[in-house]
Every structure is written in C-alpha cells, then in structure tokens.
C-alpha cells in the first residue's frame, strides 16, 4: 500500500489554545486507522481537519501528494465521506436519502449503485420505507450506503456505532469490515470502544490531551505502549 496522507507538524488552535497536535502521521491508502481517547482528546478536531472543515493554525496535511490547502476544495470534498454518529438523515425515503449526494453532484442514471449498496448494507427491502421509520441500526446502515455510493477515496467515521446497541454494533462491525476489506478503502474511524478499535483497524492510533500519542498495530499498543499515560489509557479499555 501507497502512502496516501501524510501530516507533518500540525497544530490546531481554538481561542488560542492547542486542541490537537501532531508531529507525523503517515496513513496508506487502504488502511483502516482506528483512534481512541479520552473525551475532548481531539479525535474529532482530527477527523474534521482531515475533511478540511477546520484550519491548521501550522503545519500541513498532503493529500494523495498534495498540499491539502492546492486542492479545489469542491474537487476535495469529493473524495471524501464522513459518517457521524447521529446518521443524520432527510424526511424522505431511504432510496432518496442514499442518493442525495449524487443528485447534488447532479449524476444521473445511479440506480445500480443505490442498489448495489442498498444490498452491502443490508437495507435493500427499506429503500421505500421513509427514514423516521427506521431503528437506529438501520438508519445508520442507511448512512454508510449513503457515504460509499459516493465512491469516496478516504471515508472519515465518527463514532458511528456508539448510540445503537451491542449486538446491531457487531453485526455492523462484521458487515463493513467485510467491505472495507474487499474495497481497500482509506477509513479514518473514531471510537471510544477499544476492543472495537482493536477489531478494526490495522492500526490504532492513541490522542490524549490534544496530542498524537502513539500508533501502531494493536498488538504493538497492548505489549508496548509508548508511556504510563498510553498504558493507563489502554488498560482501562479493556
């Protein structure tokens, strides 16, 4: 796997105070990256400077070999899907919600990839059931189709399974590895659950208090984290 993103000193600041700090990250394209930490570590100051949705006060983000701030920024955001925890969807039928980026992208003739997705997510025989009537599992399963209709290059996840209960998580768990695997597509996933993140990522990153502590493959983290702070963390998880 090619190197896809690389980030180098990066620092980002809210009212003049250091939220998220990292010296070096390198991600390959096709790898799934779990993060873990605290609450208010700065997970998701990662995941929106990565969507380019927030700033770096210094430091630079490369994107597929180039400076994140020389892309178009329409022609960024194209390659990018964010699921967040909350699926967020419109009052209007499954079908319409899965292919509302498209139509704002003004595609046509996607019917195929509605139903191509509709099915690696288990949501085909919901596509006319209008979202409010759906459980928060297949609501969700209704926002991960709408994300990988797109086609996106790097999908960004935001704690996306921590609000439905443990068995849909698994089968959710179970069911997107079993794509991402098969795709290879470039996954970003934030979660507080570290089995969850061991389970997934072939590596796991650690931030606590704004900063990029350690990453590695889990293994790695477990037999030999980078300080007491890592440790603590880690060993409280599981």
Known sequence: MKSFIQIKNLLIQRNKR????????????????AVVGPNGAGKSTFLLALANLIQPTSGEIIFDGKNQNE???????????????????IDMSVEENIALGLKFRGEKNFQTQIIKWSKAMGVESLLKRRAGQLSGGEAQRVS?????????????????????????RNQLLKDLSKILSTEKRTTIFVTHNLQEAMQFGDRVAVIMDGELKQVGKPNQLIQNPINTQVKKFLTSRK
């Open 18 to 33: 250091d939220v998220l700090k990292i010296d070096s990250l390198t991600i390959k394209r096709g790898e799934i990256l």
């Open 71 to 89: 892309w178009n920024e329409l022609e960024y955001r194209r390659k990018i899907a964010f699921v967040f925890q909350d699926p967020l969807l």
């Open 144 to 168: 991960l189709a709408r994300a990988f209709v797109l086609n996106p290059e790097l999908l960004l996840m935001d704690e996306p399974f921590s609000a439905v209960d443990p068995q849909t």
